[in-house]
């Protein structure tokens, strides 16, 4: 038996009548096991253990599948064995040849029991106080014993009899048929199962019969009378009588059965490989010949090569392994002799808000549940984001239900219809989700193209239109250049008039954006103006001997032999050039007399002295600018500098 016997468990549950006694739901949990080779549950310590061959680990977990502890150290590990008191739990180290037994209270090890050099044990069962392990390789395989009734416990080898194995036999034992040992020798298809007298510590066969081999897996009946095994045959459980191997019945399976275990009132649990993704877990609540209660717990094929599913002691839940490598995980399955329903919700995909719109839907399970069964409905949207019942609907003939509802919100309305259950069936709820329609409401911000000198605080108003009962905005200032984040300037609710305002400090150009999250009346919007920001920009005039206001401005006046030096201090911005003109005065009006772009230091500062030689007496100008794009970036608006006015005398 994989689980602790129905006395142990009994003698825990009175031990512990002090203790309250946990609430359950149905668990799925990621557990960090590679491939699980067996699994076994303690009921004492309500823990479930699992060999990892792969990691050289058993993996412990509570009945929720939460990790509590792991076994390491011990070698390749394959079958395990509850002693019947549940106190111990033993382990097939294979590849170091030896059984070590560990406290499943501590989780130490407690005793090691060596097998022999290459013995490789593999699987384990326990019989009148001895441990019965199956070793070897290929045809090479045995049957042998760990004498545990001894003082000191002897390891006894080839006691296989008359058969001879193709490989480590699987094996079961049932406290309820003492001196009773099943082997399986399922490596091949030809293999027989063989039961085994074990009363005198010599096994003898009382019965052998091959009936197609190749098991996957099998549990032994709770009154210890029969078999369940996974196969023969690609599509069902076979029962067989121990006492001699004949054919009881069938268990119907729509794939290959991958494992099987039997609760201690003698329900009959299932997985199957399920390639086509339509249920992997089965419960024959109502025996062979009834319906099934089917699960579908995961969604890729189901891991073989395992024991991989067990019942609680009690009976009351199932745990199956799902999975391998990275993505191994363990159910709990708390009222797997319940059908479990499947319901589907169809809603359309968009409607009209305060227009009526029809939800269908469909509940089935393995069996049918009657028309007139109540469901319940909710409505969730964004006035009733708890959800809001709109009543009980029932179910019609065919397990087809339908109602319908006219949203009073749009955004996305979720329709929610649940089962409650009964004696029979698990609950089951499914929801499915409508996009209904909002009005567009009218939302701006000012200022847009408008240009501001280097620094002005400006103030943006943002306004919002009429809507149902949101009243708030936000308004978001965005500079150019990646340096600078969009940052949140200011959020509120509008004023009587539908305002809201928001000072900007603008040192570059910047986009400004109102958002409206929207309500259950009017969609969410947005809106954005985009204003400039100039640069600060000023040149100043060395190497001149006198000024003199002239022609309306101020003349620096240079001696031909003498450079002028311009310097400008220019709003500094990485890689950023400044653009000096010069303008001559001819005929009647100022001319063009060259431009240069000149790099700015890291502070904001150019200099640039004008060489060459001189003509005396004319008329001259210069200045610096900034141009959007050509000056080497595009964070502020064209800005030009005052214009300086010099002339060269002899």
């Keep these: 038996m994989r689980t602790l016997p129905a006395a142990a468990a009994l003698a825990a549950m009175i031990g512990s009548m002090a203790l309250a006694a946990p609430s359950y739901a149905d668990t799925d949990r990621s557990i960090p096991v590679w491939n699980v080779d067996d699994t076994v549950v303690d009921g004492l310590h309500q823990h479930i253990f699992l ?43 294979y590849e170091a040849g030896k059984i070590v037994a560990i406290d499943t209270g501590t989780l130490q090890q407690t005793a090691e029991y060596p097998t022999g050099d290459r013995t490789a044990p593999v699987t384990l069962a326990y019989a009148d106080g001895k441990l019965w392990f199956g070793y070897g390789d290929q045809w090479e395989s045995g049957l042998g014993v760990v004498d545990l009734t001894a003082g000191t416990p002897a390891v006894t080898l080839d006691l296989a009899g008359a058969h001879d194995f193709s490989s480590p036999p699987a094996l079961y034992a049932d406290p309820h048929k003492p001196g009773t040992l099943l082997a399986l020798d399922g490596n091949i298809s030809s293999a027989p199962i063989v039961v085994y007298d074990v009363s005198s510590g010599t096994p003898e066969i009382t019965a052998s019969a091959e009936k197609g081999g190749s098991y996957a897996d099998a549990e032994l009946t709770p009154d210890g009378q029969d078999v369940v095994v996974a196969g ?40 199957i490989l399920d390639t086509e993704d339509k249920g992997d877990t089965y419960v024959f609540t109502g025996g062979a010949d009834g319906t099934p209660s089917v699960r579908n717990l995961s969604h890729a094929w189901m891991p073989g090569g395992g024991h991989s599913m067990s019942w609680s002691p009690d009976g009351g839940k199932l745990f199956v392994q799902t999975g391998s490598d990275t993505s191994t995980r ?27 719109l029809t939800v269908t839907g469909k509940l089935t399970a393995g069996v049918a549940l009657p028309a007139g069964t109540p469901l319940k409905v909710t409505r969730t949207d964004l006035d009733s984001p708890d959800g809001k019942s709109l009543g009980t609907r029932t179910l019609g003939t065919g397990g087809t239900f339908s109602f319908t509802d006219a949203p009073p919100a749009g955004s996305k309305v979720t329709y929610t219809v649940t089962y409650a259950g009964d004696a029979t069936h698990t609950s089951a709820a499914a929801s499915d ?57 200011k959020s509120g609710t509008v004023d009587s008039h539908g305002n809201l305002s928001a000072v900007v400090d603008m040192k570059r150009d910047t986009k400004v954006t109102v958002k409206f999250a929207g309500d259950s009346h009017y969609q969410p919007r947005s809106a954005s103006s985009t204003a400039g920001a100039e640069v600060k920009v000023s040149t100043s005039v060395s190497g001149h001997y006198k000024t003199k206001y002239a022609y309306g401005h101020t003349y620096y006046y240079f001696h031909q032999s003498k450079d002028p030096r311009f310097t400008t201090d220019m709003t500094y911005y990485r890689g950023r050039r400044q653009r000096l003109e010069l303008e001559v005065y001819a005929n009647g009006k100022w001319q063009s007399a060259g431009a240069q772009y000149f790099a700015l230091g890291s502070d904001g500062v150019s200099r640039v002295q004008l060489t060459g030689t001189h003509d005396t007496g004319r008329r001259m100008r210069a200045r610096s600018s900034y141009y959007n794009f050509s000056s080497g970036d595009n964070v502020n608006s064209t800005t030009h500098g005052a214009w300086k006015y010099f002339v060269f005398t002899g």
């Design 232 to 271: 023969p045959g690609p599509r069902v459980l076979t029962e067989y009588r121990l006492s001699d191997l004949a054919q009881v019945r069938t268990y119907p399976l729509p794939e290959n059965p991958e494992t099987v275990s039997i609760a201690p009132d003698g329900t009959v649990a299932a997985t």
């Design 330 to 356: 363990l159910y709990r399955v708390d009222e797997p002799r319940k059908y479990a329903p499947v319901m589907t919700v169809n809603a359309p995909s968009t409607a009209t808000r305060t227009k009526s």
């Design 433 to 489: 989700t409508v996009e209904v329609s909002r009005a567009k409401p009218g939302l701006s911000i000012d200022n847009d193209g408008k240009v501001y000198a280097y620094g002005k605080d400006v103030k943006f108003t943002a306004h919002l239109g009429t809507t149902y009962k949101n009243r708030t905005v936000e308004i978001w200032a965005d500079p150019y250049g990646p340096d600078k984040p969009n940052k949140l300037v």
């Design 51 to 93: 060999s990892d061959g792969y990691k050289n680990q058993i993996v412990v977990t509570d009945y929720s599948g939460r990790v509590v502890g792991t076994v390491t150290g011990l070698g390749r590990v394959a079958g395990l064995q509850l002693s019947p008191d549940g106190g111990t739990l033993y382990a097939a180290v």
